[in-house]
């Protein structure tokens, strides 16, 4: 029989308004169906327990996971709490202008670890871009307040490639991010994702060599603060790296609860539908929500097993990944100075890392 699953991840999916450039599974407006939701949520952990091991990690994602506020998020948490592993590791995201002291401080006595907030950029022009919420000071605010509520890791995201985003911009995020003190920063390139309001007002990708650029400085610019490059967009003082996200680059099982949460176990995925209203009807009912379920075949697995596991500065071991699409490629790319190889050990050259698409390509036949 498969062990139980070691992490799980809970989707709250309510937001005060949609992000420009966001395609998440988000509800704006329906506010008013928090309680049925967290009621929902616990009813579904409860039906989904068994396929539960102790828990090393959780993480509370969304959305907005704090518009829940602390107290629709304590009964889920003490549920939670005699499943978790000692240590683990509880995170969850927050966006700044939704968090005041108390209620990180509450959160905190919830069992919380890890708070990660969005920050996105402290450049007014490129938080207006992004139709964000939060102002530069809230965001410090939000950042020093976690600090002195007591987790044991604080983050922050944020964003390159954001149309309007110069050079000095970066430098300016980079100063600002860097000055706050925080354990972990996860810098990802803004994605213009279909269906955003972003994609519907033309908003085009910065050209590949502005990119670029762009992701060299930030990994430059957060070495030389002390954090280490960990994953191609998560940076972390020693100590700090975010489990959770480490389960899922080795390919770890997971469960997933809430609307659009995708769940792996036992080489089966899969995701719950969107929408709020028909997730607590069936949980309201008994059933299960309604969900799309994928067999993963062997060539799948292995196939991710390559994508997840190159993502991260740590070996990838061929011996448990299974042998690339195209062996033959890494000898050329060895050669080339893009991969390095210790016996069936592999991982990408800090060269190999910036383009980790093009080496990923060669190696594999659907990588993208
Ligand atoms: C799931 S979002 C939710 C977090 C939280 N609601 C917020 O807005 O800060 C987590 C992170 O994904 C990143 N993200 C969201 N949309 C993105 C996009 N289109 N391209 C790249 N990163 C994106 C952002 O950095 C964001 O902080
Ligand atoms: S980016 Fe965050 S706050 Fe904005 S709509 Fe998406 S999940 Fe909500």
């Not at 036992?266 to 008994?286: E, K, P, Q, S, T």
């Not at 100075?337 to 210790?342: E, T, W, Y």
């Amino acid at each position: 029989m498969t062990p139980g699953a070691s992490h799980l991840y809970a989707h709250l999916p309510f937001c005060a308004s949609r992000c420009g450039y966001c395609a998440f599974v988000v509800e704006v407006g329906a506010l008013d169906r928090r309680d049925a939701y967290a009621a929902a949520l616990r009813a579904e952990l409860a039906a989904e327990s068994g396929r539960l091991g102790p828990l090393e990690t959780v993480y509370l994602g969304g959305g907005t996971p704090t518009l829940m506020r602390p107290h629709r998020l304590r009964g889920l948490l003490e549920d939670l709490a005699p499943r978790l592993a000692p240590g683990a590791e509880v995170s969850i995201e927050a966006n700044p202008e939704t968090v005041d002291g108390d209620q990180l401080r509450e959160l905190r006595a919830l069992g919380i670890t890890r708070v990660s907030l969005g920050a996105q950029s402290f450049q007014p022009h490129l938080l207006a871009a992004l139709d964000r919420a939060a102002t530069p000071a809230q965001v410090r605010r939000a950042v020093a307040c976690a600090q002195d509520a007591g987790f044991a890791s604080v983050s922050v995201d944020l964003l390159f490639g954001v149309p309007g985003q110069t050079p000095q911009d970066l430098e300016a995020d980079l100063a600002a991010v860097t000055g706050l003190g925080v354990d972990h920063v996860s810098w990802y390139e803004l994605e213009i994702k279909p269906g955003t309001a972003l994609e519907r007002m033309g908003a085009e990708p910065p050209d590949e060599d502005r990119a670029a650029d762009a992701y060299e400085r930030v990994v430059e610019g957060l070495e030389a603060a002390g954090f280490r490059w960990y994953e191609t967009a998560n940076f972390a003082r020693p100590g700090h790296e975010c489990r959770h996200s480490l389960a899922y680059w080795s390919a770890a099982d997971y469960l997933g609860i809430g609307v659009g949460a995708v769940s792996t176990a036992g080489g089966v995925r899969w995701r719950n539908a969107a929408g709020v209203d028909r997730y607590i009807a069936a949980l309201d009912a008994g059933e299960a929500p309604r969900r799309e379920t994928e067999t993963l075949d062997a060539d799948t697995r292995r196939r991710e097993r390559w994508m997840l596991g190159l993502r991260v500065d740590r070996d990838l071991d061929i011996g448990w990944a299974g042998a690339p699409d195209h062996p033959e490629a890494l000898e050329r790319l060895e050669a080339g100075g893009l991969v390095r190889r210790s016996g069936s050990r592999i991982a990408l050259t800090r060269r190999g890392r910036f383009i980790q698409n093009a080496v990923l390509q060669e190696l594999m036949e659907y990588a993208s």
